[in-house]
């Protein structure tokens, strides 16, 4: 994106629905945070225990395979609800008024139907890898120390349903904007200019000091 963004709340029923998702989305966020944390310290394990004792962790590349789907999944909904994703902002940026909610309309339920496809895809892709017979209900398991791989397989088809949630809610919010003419609609990312960034920026710092 080529500015910051910024989502405004009321007492709306969206704008309650928004917040209510936003806990959610946050305590993903926190997971995948935690994931890349917890891949610092088996790296730190790992490294010491080939200089220290010859012996570097058992699996680690299997538990790297394993926090992949966590760093790089559940922050999706998070950032897609901030207006953080990367995008081509030299057309949009230019619209106002009910030409910019179309073009945000538009764009995000392209977005819905895609990512429908692929909570359909995953969920198929989840459940070639689950079984109740199987031992650790897995079909397949890592190469290495045979870690069950449906753990990490599942959360790409839950990262993506909640995001098709927060999806839904923002063609409700540009939806809504574009019929009735909003300026300053609730629950969608609203692009911000350099000046308003700087001055936020401005305001932050002052009030560390």
């Known amino acids: ?41 088996l790296a730190v394990v790992s490294v010491g225990g080939r200089n220290l004792f010859n012996r570097p962790l058992p699996g680690y590349v299997d538990w790297i395979e394993q926090a992949m ?8 909904s998070f950032v897609q609800r901030e207006g953080g994703h990367i995008r081509m902002d030299m057309l949009i940026g230019k619209l106002r008024g009910r030409a910019l909610w179309l073009a945000e309309l538009i764009s995000v339920i392209l977005i819905f139907v895609l990512m429908l496809a692929l909570v359909w895809g995953s969920w198929a892709h989840f459940l070639r890898s689950f079984d109740f017979a199987a ?37 409700w919010g540009f939806g809504r904007a ?31 000091e």
């Not at 789907?69 to 999706?76: C, E, N, R």
């Not at 959360?155 to 098709?164: H, I, R, S």
Request: contains cysteine; charged residues 15%.
């Open 135 to 171: 031992p650790l209900w897995s079909n397949d398991s890592s190469i290495d120390i045979g870690l069950p791989t449906w753990p990490a397989k599942l959360m790409a088809p839950v990262a993506f349903a909640v995001l098709c949630l927060r999806l839904l809610l923002q063609i």
């Open 1 to 41: 994106m080529a500015g910051h963004s910024s989502v405004l709340a009321d007492g709306s029923r969206l704008s309650r629905l928004d917040r209510q998702l936003l806990r959610a989305e946050r305590f993903m966020a926190l997971l995948s945070g935690l994931a890349v944390f917890g891949l610092m310290v």
């Open 69 to 76: 789907p966590l760093i790089a999944f559940l922050g999706i």
């Open 178 to 208: 574009f019929v009735l003419g909003l300026q300053n609609p609730v629950a969608v990312p609203l692009i911000q200019d350099t000046a308003e960034v700087a001055a936020q920026e401005a305001e932050l710092l002052e009030g560390h």
